[in-house]
């Protein structure tokens, strides 16, 4: 055994080495944020290696993304040294693909098989539910999508599916749909994401051989982010852990956030019972963040009910309070948080300290306009991403067919762009004879060039594309394969044909084009190349550079930074509508854990940010600021703009009484009138005209309804109800509401009663 004096040891408090140095066993680390659960896993993991109690290759430790992974392989390394590159340390996916790429032919498949990203998952679909001759208007593939991953989520195979969930969908065709999609997936040689868990649990049950190979392999097994397993994980984890129970899982049931993506939290509660005489750690010690910022967190997530408990303190000075903010729009957000980062930049912060955490995606993009305009650097992780642009695309198809022959989809994808003559007809018939003779598409290409099936034109370009294909895949052992890349897209036209397009986004397709040649340098194969990118489609991100993060707070899991920025705390967008409307209770308290996770990634700074307009779906909407932001501890937190904009109802933060719900609003600086307010329909929507200008706003055109207002006249708003006009300013109203009381408002929110 190692002395106790390990200098990694020493880095540790007294229950994270307990945690640490109980190596036998089932250990279940249950504790908050910031609390030291992921140190010690890689301590745990380092402790192993160095006490020579196993090999590298005989540990499994499984984290939730790529990024945690690399991370804890770096922190590893620099622990152990480089033989931290012999563990096998993945997310369940990656491990899911190592698995399956050495057993395929046990499931089904061969050992090149395709992974299915979302979009060609849901053109499957598609052509599954058309073949079954289902209304795809009425019944969607992203629908049916969501039943089969369900499904999967709890390691459902089509003969495992019992009756109740899902059969709703098309008149309870989905069982008989999802049989027809896994059938398909097998001829195509293919998986989606939710197949490499669920074939290796098929793997492992039906060869009880091969799970006792694993079983013995993997001695010790450590899992991060235990409380977001789904029931297909949970399953896969006891399997491999059932001979010997060395399994260590850390987790905190607060931020259990996946939910809505078939996580259980109850996995936690599970643990004990199937593995007995569990030692159970609880961390109470939290060492990332500072008083007010731990003290916020903390009272919010004590809203939740459904929660086990636990006691979080800190040694760390209070810090500054909580910020919080009220803001006109989103852009005007988007401005002042620009101003704020660029102040913490004045001060010495470096931008890679500095993260902007949002509840939905397309939150993003007012900051990156704005950080666009101030030459701010910035990555959005997990966002719009690179290997999901159409060139980038259309380009991965060539090479996908050129290494696997066999893939279908990716063969429909091109086979007609550059232009060819070969349309929709040539495919249809493509199609038929692939169904007819039970093979691929280019397997019913290569009979259908030897007939005169299609028109002389059609057969000569299908031809010649086939020939090209074949003189392709005859170059993999012999150029290297960025080479063999860029030969593919200069001969196939593709680059040709971006280079003759006139749009104005063909340069940067092109240069997308070029940076993907680059990137595939970097990997030593074709094969590897285009394994990484299914699997990154998941979790993309760019490294290197001092920049700021933008990304969703989902993806924000198990990060740390020193400033964040939680903007967009409004109803609707945070708590999400969606959450509240499907699941209740539950759904709310799902958002909840989702605050507390944003609010524990910060160290020594966090501020809130809610508007009081905000586009969502390219509409304008007037919003009230989020039940979360009233249920902050008002000691622990400070308000950074003027107190009107808050309100006036008196109640705490934020929302104002209002009637029955409706209500809630606060007085907004009406000095911005970039916005057009545009009398439609019903109820009046905001349009955004112009941009902005050097940081300033534009002023484009502002208009009421026609001939204006009177005074104490009567109108109906769309949140507080009817009213009589009392005071009148440009397009600003002052109204006094029936049941909402006295409020300025803007005309275009307004309708003559
Ligand atoms: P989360 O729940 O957010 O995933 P966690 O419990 O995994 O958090 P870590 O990320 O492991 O927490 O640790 C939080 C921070 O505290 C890290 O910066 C880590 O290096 C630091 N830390 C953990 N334990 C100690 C310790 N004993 N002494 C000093 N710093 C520590
Ligand atoms: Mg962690």
Same mark, same amino acid.
């Given at each position: 055994?190692?002395?106790?004096?390990?200098?990694?040891?020493?880095?540790?408090?007294?229950?994270?080495?307990?945690?640490?140095?109980?190596?036998?066993?089932?250990?279940?680390?249950?504790?908050?944020?910031?609390?030291?659960?992921?140190r010690?896993?890689?301590?745990?993991?380092?402790?192993?290696?160095?006490?020579?109690?196993?090999?590298?290759?005989?540990?499994?430790?499984?984290?939730?993304?790529?990024?945690?992974?690399?991370?804890?392989?770096?922190?590893l390394?620099?622990?152990?040294?480089?033989?931290?590159?012999?563990?096998?340390?993945?997310?369940?996916?990656?491990?899911?693909?190592?698995?399956?790429?050495r057993?395929a032919?046990?499931?089904?498949?061969?050992?090149?098989?395709?992974?299915?990203?979302?979009?060609?998952?849901?053109?499957?679909?598609?052509?599954?539910?058309?073949?079954?001759e289902?209304?795809?208007?009425?019944?969607?593939?992203?629908?049916?999508?969501?039943?089969?991953?369900r499904?999967?989520?709890?390691?459902?195979?089509?003969? $495992? &599916?019992?009756?109740?969930?899902? =059969?709703g969908?098309?008149? !309870?065709?989905? %069982?008989?749909?999802?049989? @027809?999609?896994? #059938?398909?997936l097998?001829?195509?040689?293919?998986?989606?994401?939710?197949?490499?868990?669920?074939?290796?649990?098929?793997?492992?049950?039906?060869n009880?051989?091969?799970?006792a190979?694993?079983?013995?392999?993997?001695?010790?097994?450590?899992?991060?982010?235990?409380?977001?397993?789904?029931?297909?994980?949970?399953?896969?984890?006891?399997?491999?852990?059932?001979?010997?129970?060395?399994?260590?899982?850390?987790?905190?049931?607060?931020?259990?956030?996946?939910?809505?993506?078939?996580?259980?939290?109850?996995?936690?509660?599970?643990?004990?019972?199937?593995?007995?005489?569990? $030692? &159970?750690v609880?961390?109470e010690? =939290?060492?990332?963040?500072? !008083?007010?910022? %731990?003290?916020?967190?903390? @009272?919010?997530? #004590?809203?939740?009910?459904?929660?086990?408990?636990?006691?979080?303190?800190?040694?760390?000075?209070?810090?500054?309070?909580?910020?919080?903010?009220?803001?006109?729009?989103?852009?005007?957000?988007?401005?002042?948080?620009?101003?704020?980062?660029?102040?913490l930049?004045?001060?010495g912060?470096?931008?890679?300290?500095i993260?902007?955490?949002v509840?939905?995606?397309?939150?993003?993009?007012?900051?990156e306009?704005?950080?666009?305009?101030?030459?701010?650097?910035?990555?959005?992780?997990?966002?719009?991403?690179?290997?999901?642009?159409?060139?980038?695309?259309?380009a991965?198809?060539?090479?996908?067919?050129?290494?696997?022959?066999?893939?279908?989809?990716?063969?429909?994808?091109?086979?007609?762009?550059p232009?060819? #003559?070969?349309?929709?007809?040539t495919?249809?018939?493509?199609?038929?004879?692939?169904?007819?003779?039970?093979?691929?598409?280019?397997?019913?290409?290569?009979?259908?060039?030897?007939?005169?099936?299609?028109?002389p034109?059609?057969?000569?370009?299908?031809?010649?594309?086939?020939?090209?294909?074949?003189?392709?895949?005859?170059?993999i052992?012999?150029?290297?394969?960025?080479?063999?890349?860029?030969?593919?897209?200069?001969?196939?036209?593709y680059?040709?044909?971006?280079?003759h397009?006139?749009?104005?986004?063909?340069?940067?397709?092109?240069?997308?084009?070029?940076?993907?040649?680059?990137?595939?340098?970097?990997?030593?194969?074709?094969?590897?190349?285009?394994?990484?990118?299914?699997?990154?489609?998941?979790? #993309?991100e760019?490294?290197?550079?001092?920049?700021?993060?933008?990304?969703?707070?989902?993806?924000?899991?198990?990060?740390?930074?020193?400033?964040?920025?939680?903007?967009?705390?409004?109803?609707?967008?945070?708590?999400?509508q969606?959450?509240?409307?499907?699941?209740?209770?539950?759904?709310?308290?799902?958002e909840?854990?989702?605050?507390?996770?944003?609010?524990?990634?910060?160290?020594?700074?966090?501020?809130?940010?809610?508007?009081?307009?905000?586009?969502?779906?390219?509409?304008?909407?007037?919003?009230?600021?989020?039940?979360?932001?009233?249920?902050?501890?008002?000691?622990?937190?400070?308000?950074?703009?003027d107190?009107?904009?808050?309100?006036?109802?008196?109640?705490?933060?934020?929302?104002?009484?209002?009637?029955?719900?409706?209500?809630?609003?606060?007085?907004?600086?009406?000095?911005?009138?970039?916005?057009?307010?545009?009398?439609?329909?019903?109820?009046?929507r905001?349009?955004?005209?112009?941009?902005?200008i050097?940081?300033?706003?534009?002023v484009?055109?502002?208009?009421?309804?026609?001939?204006?207002y009177?005074?104490?006249?009567?109108?109906?708003?769309?949140?507080?109800?009817?009213?009589?006009?009392?005071?009148m300013?440009?397009?600003?109203?002052?109204?006094?509401?029936?049941k909402?009381?006295?409020?300025?408002?803007?005309?275009?929110?307004v309708?003559?009663?």
């Amino acid at each position: 055994r190692q002395p106790a004096a390990a200098p990694y040891l020493a880095k540790l408090n007294e229950a994270q080495r307990e945690a640490v140095e109980a190596l036998d066993g089932p250990v279940l680390v249950l504790a908050g944020a910031g609390t030291g659960k992921t140190r010690v896993l890689t301590t745990r993991l380092a402790h192993l290696l160095a006490t020579g109690r196993c090999q590298p290759w005989q540990v499994l430790a499984v984290t939730f993304t790529n990024k945690a992974s690399r991370e804890m392989q770096d922190r590893l390394a620099a622990l152990v040294g480089p033989i931290a590159g012999d563990v096998r340390l993945g997310t369940f996916h990656a491990i899911g693909v190592w698995l399956l790429r050495r057993h395929a032919e046990l499931v089904g498949l061969k050992s090149n098989f395709t992974i299915l990203d979302t979009d060609d998952q849901l053109r499957l679909l598609k052509q599954v539910l058309e073949a079954h001759e289902v209304d795809v208007k009425r019944w969607p593939a992203r629908a049916l999508a969501a039943v089969i991953d369900r499904w999967k989520d709890k390691g459902l195979t089509p003969d $495992k &599916v019992g009756g109740g969930d899902g =059969n709703g969908f098309a008149d !309870g065709k989905a %069982l008989e749909l999802y049989r @027809a999609y896994q #059938a398909r997936l097998l001829t195509l040689n293919a998986c989606d994401f939710g197949d490499l868990l669920v074939h290796t649990l098929t793997l492992f049950s039906s060869n009880p051989d091969i799970l006792a190979r694993y079983q013995e392999q993997f001695r010790y097994i450590l899992v991060d982010e235990y409380q977001d397993t789904n029931v297909a994980q949970y399953l896969w984890l006891r399997l491999l852990a059932q001979s010997h129970h060395n399994i260590c899982c850390v987790g905190d049931d607060d931020q259990s956030i996946y939910g809505w993506r078939g996580a259980e939290v109850d996995n936690i509660l599970r643990f004990e019972s199937d593995f007995p005489g569990a $030692k &159970v750690v609880r961390l109470e010690r =939290n060492y990332r963040s500072t !008083g007010h910022i %731990l003290a916020t967190a903390s @009272a919010l997530i #004590a809203h939740n009910e459904a929660r086990l408990g636990k006691t979080l303190w800190t040694d760390d000075d209070p810090g500054r309070m909580v910020g919080l903010r009220g803001v006109w729009d989103g852009i005007e957000e988007a401005r002042i948080i620009g101003e704020d980062i660029e102040a913490l930049q004045r001060d010495g912060a470096r931008l890679d300290d500095i993260a902007i955490l949002v509840r939905a995606g397309f939150q993003t993009r007012d900051f990156e306009e704005r950080f666009l305009t101030l030459g701010l650097p910035y990555r959005v992780i997990g966002g719009p991403r690179f290997y999901e642009r159409a060139e980038i695309r259309d380009a991965m198809a060539y090479l996908r067919m050129v290494a696997q022959p066999d893939d279908d989809l990716a063969l429909e994808r091109i086979i007609n762009v550059p232009k060819r #003559a070969l349309g929709a007809a040539t495919v249809k018939k493509l199609h038929e004879t692939a169904r007819a003779a039970g093979t691929t598409l280019l397997g019913a290409g290569t009979a259908i060039v030897e007939t005169d099936e299609l028109r002389p034109q059609a057969r000569t370009a299908l031809a010649r594309l086939l020939d090209d294909f074949r003189r392709w895949r005859a170059l993999i052992d012999v150029m290297p394969h960025h080479e063999l890349a860029e030969t593919v897209l200069d001969e196939s036209g593709y680059t040709a044909m971006w280079q003759h397009d006139r749009s104005p986004d063909a340069p940067g397709r092109l240069e997308n084009l070029k940076e993907l040649i680059r990137a595939m340098e970097e990997f030593p194969t074709l094969a590897a190349f285009l394994e990484h990118v299914a699997l990154v489609m998941e979790n #993309a991100e760019q490294r290197d550079e001092d920049m700021v993060s933008l990304m969703t707070l989902h993806s924000a899991k198990g990060l740390e930074f020193e400033h964040v920025f939680l903007p967009g705390w409004e109803e609707g967008l945070f708590p999400h509508q969606r959450a509240l409307g499907e699941s209740g209770q539950k759904g709310l308290e799902e958002e909840r854990r989702l605050a507390y996770v944003g609010i524990t990634r910060a160290r020594r700074q966090c501020t809130i940010s809610f508007a009081a307009n905000r586009r969502v779906h390219g509409q304008w909407q007037s919003s009230i600021p989020s039940r979360f932001v009233e249920e902050l501890p008002a000691d622990h937190v400070e308000k950074l703009s003027d107190p009107g904009i808050y309100g006036s109802g008196g109640a705490g933060w934020g929302r104002v009484g209002g009637a029955g719900g409706a209500g809630g609003a606060y007085e907004a600086p009406w000095e911005k009138s970039d916005w057009r307010g545009r009398q439609k329909g019903y109820g009046a929507r905001y349009e955004r005209r112009g941009g902005l200008i050097e940081g300033e706003a534009t002023v484009v055109e502002t208009s009421g309804p026609e001939g204006g207002y009177a005074l104490g006249q009567r109108i109906f708003h769309q949140k507080f109800g009817y009213g009589r006009i009392r005071a009148m300013d440009g397009n600003k109203l002052e109204i006094e509401f029936e049941k909402a009381g006295r409020k300025k408002v803007m005309d275009a929110f307004v309708d003559p009663a």
